[in-house]
């Protein structure tokens, strides 16, 4: 009987060890990965030059800040871009002729200058043999309250168009 014990009580501190070695084992690789993990979050907590990830998002957070800011300044400007741009001459018509029968080359010349709302000016050049003459004529809203002669209309019209075809685009 006495064997008997004897065994049983061999094969339990068998398997005890068994289980003192497997548990070690398991201790040992967790406190390795527990060791990892502890670098990882040091080097993680630690930016490439040793800031600390709060001064780091505190840094990012004042830059989307500006930026914020700077956005608000740029549409601001934009705005007044576009105002101005309104005001530019950018659309214009030119028609050259001839103004008198004894001068050719098509010297003389009518330029359309308008904004956006067809306000602007014409100005009108004859050229003649021994004289050049300028004439400038008030354009506004697409009319003149001075009598246009044909070339002058036909420059304000070429103005007019180009000016509807951009809009088309």
């Given at each position: ?32 990965r ?20 709060e ?33 530019t001459?950018t ?39 021994d ?39």
């Open positions: 009987m006495f064997d008997k014990v004897g065994t049983g009580l061999g094969v339990v501190i068998l398997l005890m060890m068994v289980l003192v070695v497997t548990l070690t084992v398991i201790t040992i690789s967790m406190s390795m527990l060791s990892r993990l502890a670098n990882k979050y040091k080097t993680f907590m630690k930016g490439n030059d040793g800031k600390s990830m001064a780091a998002f505190q840094a990012r957070f004042e830059e989307v800040d500006r930026l914020v800011e700077n956005s608000s300044d740029n549409t601001l400007d934009i705005s007044d871009i576009k105002k101005r741009l309104n005001k001459l659309h214009y018509g030119i028609v050259k002729y001839d103004a008198f029968d004894d001068v050719g080359g098509r010297m003389s010349f009518a330029l359309a200058m308008l904004d956006n709302d067809n306000t602007g000016f014409i100005l009108d050049t004859i050229h003649s043999r004289n050049c003459f300028v004439y400038i004529k008030e354009i506004v809203k697409g009319e003149s309250y001075i009598m246009l002669s044909r070339e002058e209309t036909d420059a304000l019209k070429q103005a007019v168009e180009l000016q509807e075809e951009a809009e088309f685009f």
